[in-house]
């Protein structure tokens, strides 16, 4: 399945995080390491023929309204992503294991628990590593 088009014109850019902090098993690229492919500050070097699963994945800063410009994951060291319908999951990268607990992302991310918790179908997760 395709992500949908970005909101407000958000792109990438510099940033690669989800490159380091995802696992990728079709590229046998554990979580917290960086990818063989990505260049750093410049992007994937395999971009045009990147695996689907690649291709495919939907960080929430390009995604999901409610995360601001300050949810950017090369400048707060994490990514958010959907699981599925039900589940938000923030990832933090294990470099900077309590850049989740500072402001303004730890508002955020309190608000956001109690919206899920409030919903009775909703999961919000952050993990570290």
């Not at 850019?13 to 979580?31: A, F, I, T, Y």
């Not at 949810?71 to 699981?83: D, G, H, T």
């Not at 294991?97 to 997760?125: C, F, G």
Request: with cysteine; hydrophobic share 35%.
């Amino acid at each position: 399945m395709k992500p949908p088009p970005t909101f407000d014109e958000r792109e990438c850019g510099s940033c690669s995080l989800c490159c380091k902090l995802m696992r990728v098993p079709w590229l046998d690229k554990p979580s917290g390491t960086w990818c063989q492919h990505v260049r750093k500050g410049q992007g994937c070097a395999i971009y045009e023929t990147r695996p689907e699963g690649c291709r495919n994945f939907a960080c929430g800063y390009l995604y999901w309204p409610k995360a601001g410009q300050h949810w950017f994951p090369a400048r707060c060291s994490m990514v958010i992503y959907a699981v599925d319908k039900t589940r938000m999951v923030i990832r933090v990268d294990a470099d900077t294991p309590n850049v989740w607990k500072l402001e303004p992302h730890y508002s955020d991310i309190k608000r956001w628990a109690h919206e899920a918790m409030q919903s009775q179908t909703q999961q919000l997760v952050v993990q570290i590593g």
